[in-house]
């Protein structure tokens, strides 16, 4: 047997350049360099050892090219050679990035079998593997083999930091917090010290359980316990406390993080002003935009984007022009975000000239119209009573190069029921077919409601059978229309049929519609019959 451990002199002359090369992670040049001096190594007439063809493996492995990989543990097998730890552990980093994670527990298994001991980066990275392929119990069961002593060598590797932080982030993103936490005492009791990314990990997965005020309570711990929170601890905290509507804490996180000497960024800055902005404190965003300059960060397209969205919303419609025309002026490119927040908001301000003036700019930045555009043209036009526009628009999108979609189709027949153009709505209804599309739930909740405020229920029910037949389950605006239609009506076993349906779909009325239904069935004297049916229900506060 050949030693491993004594490679050929003229293979040493190539291990610096060859090593270098393949360490480049996984930028292609490095792949195609290590190749290059794989080939010159051969052709220079120098053997390569096991070191050279080790590293040519490790590379194939990070280039997601197991197969490869194999091959040159095929080549190492034939010189005599005996795979090691490091060959089995690239093998199985291979595997996982792959996906392969059954074929990577194998091989896990088989490289104990020829006696070749894992090592702890084995153990992580088959626990990497597990984890991000959703494989998170067996990875715990791995965990407590390794922990217990008890795994299938007979011998206890002690789980290093990097293992327990893989093992809490893969537990925090399949939502088993809980677990989560315990791993996080028991790696405490091995003395094994949380760092900053083991404490982000918790706090990340806490704030997407709701547990908002323990995670806050653990970013306290941190830094009692002199682990230093980074930009992106505090960013998932601010996130999370702007996404609950509780800006002022978020803006207090702002002031710590700062005090700590740790820089926000882009997301921190634009995160904070977009959750003052959804709670209608604009001149507070507007404080934050200004000090971004001031604290040396980049006031770019998104920043803008947030800001003038934030003006729009609340009705600030000067100032919103006033920030696109300064941002134009600083020779900021406008994006296709930026356009959509002025076309939805001017039209949603009846601004139609002015969403017009911001459609026909679009063209001045090389940013050409999708139908996701159009199609908030058509909606805009809709709303605003501009229907002739809107039809001139939805006849000339085939001209324009987009090809209307059902989205297209479900603003222009909503917009003709409301303009009273019923029987047109009704043909473009039809045309969908024709056009080889499908009506969405939307498309079938403008339709069904429709017919019921025409009083046409047979119509709407036969639309409603329609939609089920074709598996698009019904949504809560339709049931609630069809149950005040009914009730209405005195259609008692209609009103039972649907309230079943809407149990066995999870949902619930709205309270005016709840309301409506109780009233309507207290008419008959059996009426307690439903009212375990009705228990069942928690009402819903209509937009």
Known sequence: MVSRTQPTFAAI????????????????SSLYATLFLHRRMVVN????????????????????????????????????YEGNTITYTSLIKGLCSEGKIVEAKSLFKKMIDLGC???????????????TTGNVNSAIELHKQVVSGQDVLGLGVKPNVVCYN?????????????????????????????????????????????????????????????????????????????KQGKSREATRLLDLMKQRGEHPDVFTYCTLMDGLCSEGRINAAHDIFDSMASCGSNQGVISHNILMNGYLKNGHIDEALKLYKEMTSRHIQPNKITFSVLLKGLFQHRKVDDAYISLSEMELYSIKPDIWFY??????????????????????????????????FSC????????????????????????GLQPDVVTYSIMICA?????????????????????????????????????????HGKVIELLQKMAASDLSPDVATLYTVLNFLSRYKNYHRWLDLLSKFTPQISC
């Open 117 to 131: 001991r894992p090592s702890v980066v084995t153990y992580g990275t088959l626990i990497k593997g597990l984890c």
């Open 13 to 28: 002359v190539y291990h610096s350049p060859f090593s270098k090369a393949a360490s480049g992670g996984r930028k292609l």
């Open 166 to 242: 893989t093992l809490v982030d893969g537990l925090c993103k399949n939502g088993l917090i809980e677990k989560a936490k315990e791993l996080f005492l028991e790696m405490k009791d091995w003395g094994i010290y949380p760092d900053v990314f083991t404490y982000s990990c918790l706090i990340d997965g806490l704030c997407h359980s709701k547990m908002c005020e323990e995670a806050n309570t653990l970013l306290n711990e941190m830094v009692d316990q002199g682990v230093h929170p980074n930009v992106v601890t505090f960013n998932i905290l601010i996130h999370e406390f702007c």
């Open 412 to 435: 222009m027949i909503d917009g003709l029921f409301k303009a009273g153009k019923h029987e047109s709505a009704e043909d473009l209804f039809a045309r969908l077919f024709q056009v």
């Open 45 to 80: 007439g120098s053997s390569p050892d096991f070191i050279s063809l080790n590293i040519l493996l490790n590379c194939y492995c990070n280039f997601r090219l197991s197969i490869a990989g194999f091959s040159i543990l095929g080549v190492m097998m034939k010189k005599g």
């Open 375 to 408: 199609n908030q043209v058509l909606d805009g036009l809709c709303k605003n009573d501009h229907l002739p526009e809107a039809l001139e628009l939805f006849d000339n999108l085939e001209n324009l190069g987009c090809r209307p979609n059902i989205v297209s």
């Open 451 to 491: 017919h019921c405020k025409e009083g046409k229920l047979e119509e709407a029910n036969k639309l409603l059978q329609e939609m089920e037949m074709k598996g698009c389950a019904p949504n809560l605006i339709i049931f609630n229309m069809l149950l005040n239609v009914y009730c209405e009506n005195s259609e």
